[in-house]
């Protein structure tokens, strides 16, 4: 009996202690994600592409602790199939989202006040994006409009639609590959992921304005340029990537993004330029 209890016990405990440690602090993230997920396996059902909508259904996405940025996300087919993404990544893209959200409505407040807005922000070409960034069409007929929350969910819906369909794309095409691959079997894995996300985006209308992948870059800069010391190799690699994101993208709301996120970019190479000449100057 006392055997009985003791066990009872430690169940309980179990049980809040694996609630405790797993708090709900994604919620609306997960949300985002099951609705991403969902509208993927309907499209590849109704296009006829039961296999992928089979495929993507049996995908369970999880959010990790264990992925430090600037791993965004990677995907799985050891035991099962998954896509992981990194839990530092969220915090950050949510925090920059915010902010940008904030920035926009600031700025297209005072449109027609162009002397207002310079002051506001000095980045000419931020000002443009909030200007031509579209209004949000499901919010704007109710009377409790909030426009600043509209952006937000829509800069982290365009976001996190462009990074779980890469990953899907590499379930769908069988695109994997191990840490020790060559770098012609990773560039061809990666190239077949991107084009089955690319299809599908064009097909879908998903992020019509190409600025997902520049958010979500552009959210890692934000958080690589707080440690100035260990991001100099980081900005190199975003750098890298958004100039691809940049160069491909064609529509103008996507150019002033690019150039606006590009400049802060060059200032942070600089700047992680002069610490790291200055920190290695100074253990010489
Ligand atoms: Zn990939």
């Keep these: ?75 799985l087919n050891d035991n099962g199939r998954e896509i992981i993404i990194s839990a530092v990544f969220i915090r950050a893209l949510r925090h920059y989202c915010r902010r940008l959200a904030n920035d926009i409505v600031a700025l297209k407040r005072f449109s027609n006040k162009p002397s207002v807005a310079r002051r506001l922000h000095r980045d000419t070409q931020l000002t443009k994006f909030a200007e031509a960034f579209p209004l949000v069409d499901k919010y704007s007929a109710t009377d409790t409009y909030d426009y600043g929350d509209a952006v937000y969910e829509r800069l982290l819906d365009v976001s996190l639609s462009d990074i779980l369909l890469h990953e899907f794309g590499h379930h769908t095409e069988d695109a994997f590959h191990s840490f020790r691959a060559t770098q012609l079997a990773i560039s061809n894995a990666e190239k077949e992921a991107e084009r089955w996300s690319s299809n599908y985006k064009a097909t879908f209308a998903i992020d019509e304005y190409e600025i997902g992948r520049i958010v979500t870059l552009a959210a890692v800069l934000e958080f690589v340029t707080r440690d100035t010391e260990n991001s100099q190799h980081i900005l190199h690699w975003l750098s890298y990537n958004l100039d691809i994101s940049c160069n491909s993208a064609q529509s103008l709301l996507s150019s002033y993004l690019c150039d606006s996120v590009k400049h802060k970019m060059e200032r942070s190479l600089v700047d992680s330029n002069k610490y790291y000449v200055s920190h290695r100057t100074r253990v010489q």
Excluded: W
């Design 1 to 75: 009996m006392k055997t009985h209890s003791t066990f009872v016990i430690l169940l309980i405990l179990c049980v809040y202690r694996a609630d405790a440690l797993t708090p709900k602090t994604f919620g609306d993230v997960e949300d985002k994600i099951s609705e991403i997920k969902t509208s993927a396996i309907i499209n590849q059902n109704e296009t006829n592409h039961i296999s992928k909508a089979v495929i993507i259904g049996s995908t369970n996405v999880i959010i990790s602790d264990n992925l430090p940025l600037p791993r965004v996300a990677m995907a």
